[in-house]
Each structure stands twice: as structure tokens, then as C-alpha cells.
């Protein structure tokens, strides 16, 4: 007699399978994948490709030969966890490191918990934040090789918020660390330092209205987190603008687009109900900006994922979809 083998919830009916809403999520990720290898060159592929690599050969092997289960290999989603990590990463990570951050994203991450669905913490950040608080110095490490594009070697080895927090500790006040750097409406176009996901916002728009015509994602997560960083900052922002950046330098910057739009979007580690989702993008929005403003560290969007990843499970309970057959 044949097992029967039922998937973690949430159940929904719907013509959609797993591989197809990864592949739109490939999609959607090519356009900023794309501009980050014109603006950082080779060095920028071997870290994409070591990265996508090692995720979907490990949780091959993992599922294949550990846990001995194959129909929990996914590579569609090991390959969407490996294109997250390498766009959290500098271009300049060492291949190794990417693959310690692979063996964390997926064995630790991922399949220790049981595989797709069963994971509470998204995997990519899960395995970013091990690596920046392992790996201090590479993952800080923001100097820009030459890419295709000329002109590209002009690029600064730092990312416009660390330039900001170390304007700040120095004595300086924002509108001169901003006029000393040329920091203003570019970083719409591209940042001036920092990884794959940093490096183009219209990339990152392009790929998400990709997703939201096809149905894949839902705009309630993304809309409450960019709108609570836009309040947060326009209050401190009005009341101290010389010490407190404004709503558009903290949407531009960092890795608040990617982090909003591809990573707390993921259907696993995110709440089920339109409701929770807002409370639980109003969650990150309120965490990213304490982080900013008051933290150690000039980003803060991995953090504040993961935080509100261990809330999720006390979201869905408080809010609920309509049952089934319910008017």
C-alpha cells in the first residue's frame, strides 16, 4: 500500500505548483540580477553560481542520502534560496564563505526543520546573519570590482548608510555627510556600495510588479513595511533632520527593497492572512528603523525579519483567512 504523504499547511487549491512560483520568482529576481553583474563583472557571477549551486547539490544530498526522503528535494526553491543568499552577500565573499552560508541556508536552516514548509526562519537571511556575525570583516567588505559597465571602478567601498553612521559618530551632520559623498536621487538608479540586492531599487520594482500581476505575491506585507520606514522617518526625520535620515534615503538604501518585496514575502516564514501580514510588515518597518536610528549596525532588515519570523506562528492565530465554504 502506497503512503500517504500530506504537506504542511497552508493547503490551497489552485493551478499554481511550487516550481511554478519559483520560476516566476527567477522571474522577477533577473532584472537586479542582471544590473549587479554589470556593476560588479565576474566576481558577481562566481558568487551567484557558487551559491545556487551549493544550495540545490546540498539539499540534494541532504534529502537524498541523510534524511533519505528524495520527494523532499526542491531544487526550484533550493535555487530561489541560493540567488536570495548571494544578493545578501558582497561581491567579494570568498567562495568558501558562500558555501559555509549555502550549508547554513539549507542544512541548518531548511532541511533540519523537515524540508519545504516546515521552516520557521527564512533560510537566505538566516544564513546571511550567521555569516556577518562569523565573518565580520568579509561581510563588510564592499569594494566594488570592475564590472562590465564603465566607470564602475568609481564606485565607493561603502554603503551609503555606513557612510552615514560613521558621518554621524565623526560629528558631522547628515546634509554634510550627504553633500561630502554625492549621495541624492542616483541611489534610486543604483547604490553606491553593497550587495547584489542593493544595487538597483527600479530593478527590484520591475521584478516585484512582475509578481503581483502574476499572482504570486500579495502587496499587503511590501506596502506595510515601506509605509511604517516611510512614517517612522518622516517623525524623526521632521523633528531632528540633521541626525535622522529621511523616508526616502532609509526606502533607497540598504536592503530594505529586497528584504520587502523577495524575502519577507516568503510563503513559509510569513503569515497566512492579509491582516497578519500587515502587523507583521508594521512589525519589521518599526525594528529596520530602531536599528537604524539607535543600533550598532547601519542595516537592520535582516534582523528585523527574523525577529518577526518567530511571531508568525502567534499571528496566525490571532488572524484568521475565511474558513472554507464561510460567506
Known amino acids: 500500500m502506497d503512503k500517504m504523504i500530506v504537506s504542511p499547511s497552508p493547503h490551497l487549491h489552485a493551478k499554481a505548483s511550487t516550481a511554478s512560483i519559483m520560476r516566476d520568482v527567477v522571474i522577477a529576481l533577473s532584472p537586479a540580477i542582471i544590473v549587479s553583474i554589470l556593476f560588479y563583472g565576474w566576481s558577481e557571477i562566481l558568487v551567484l553560481a ?9 539539499e540534494w544530498l541532504i534529502a537524498r542520502y541523510l534524511m533519505k526522503r528524495p520527494e523532499l528535494f526542491s531544487g526550484s526553491s533550493a535555487l530561489v534560496t541560493g540567488l536570495l543568499l548571494a544578493m545578501n552577500l558582497p561581491a567579494t565573499t570568498p567562495w568558501w564563505i558562500v558555501i559555509v552560508g549555502a550549508i547554513v541556508a539549507i542544512g541548518i536552516a531548511k532541511m533540519s526543520f523537515g524540508g519545504l514548509g516546515q521552516n520557521i526562519f527564512n533560510p537566505a537571511i ?10 565580520p570583516v568579509q561581510m563588510t567588505n564592499w569594494t566594488a570590482p570592475k564590472g562590465f559597465i564603465g566607470g564602475i571602478d568609481a564606485v565607493s567601498g561603502a554603503t551609503p548608510l555606513g557612510i552615514i553612521k560613521e558621518g554621524l559618530k565623526s560629528g558631522q551632520t547628515i546634509p554634510q555627510v550627504l553633500a561630502g559623498n554625492g549621495m541624492d536621487v542616483h541611489m534610486i538608479l543604483r547604490d553606491i556600495g553593497g550587495s547584489a540586492g542593493e544595487i538597483s531599487a527600479l530593478a527590484l520594482l520591475a521584478g516585484f510588479i512582475y509578481l503581483l500581476v502574476r499572482k504570486v505575491v500579495k502587496p499587503w506585507i511590501p506596502l506595510s513595511i515601506l509605509v511604517t520606514i516611510a512614517v517612522v522617518a518622516a517623525i524623526f526625520n521632521g523633528i531632528d533632520p540633521e541626525h535622522f535620515t529621511s523616508p526616502n534615503f532609509n526606502l533607497m538604501t540598504g536592503g530594505v527593497l529586497l528584504g520587502a518585496l523577495f524575502m519577507a514575502t516568503d510563503y513559509v516564514t510569513s503569515p497566512m492572512s492579509n491582516w497578519g501580514g500587515v502587523v507583521f510588515g508594521v512589525g519589521i518597518g518599526l525594528i529596520v528603523m530602531m536599528i537604524r536610528y539607535f543600533g550598532s549596525y547601519p542595516e537592520g532588515m535582516s ?3 527574523l525577529i518577526m519570523n518567530c511571531f508568525v506562528p502567534l499571528i496566525n492565530r490571532a488572524f484568521h483567512q475565511k474558513k472554507y465554504g464561510r460567506a
Open 50 to 58: 557558487v551559491s545556487a549551486v551549493s544550495c540545490v547539490a546540498l
Open 303 to 305: 534582523f528585523a525579519i
Open 126 to 135: 538566516t544564513a546571511r546573519v550567521f555569516l556577518l556575525i562569523s565573518f
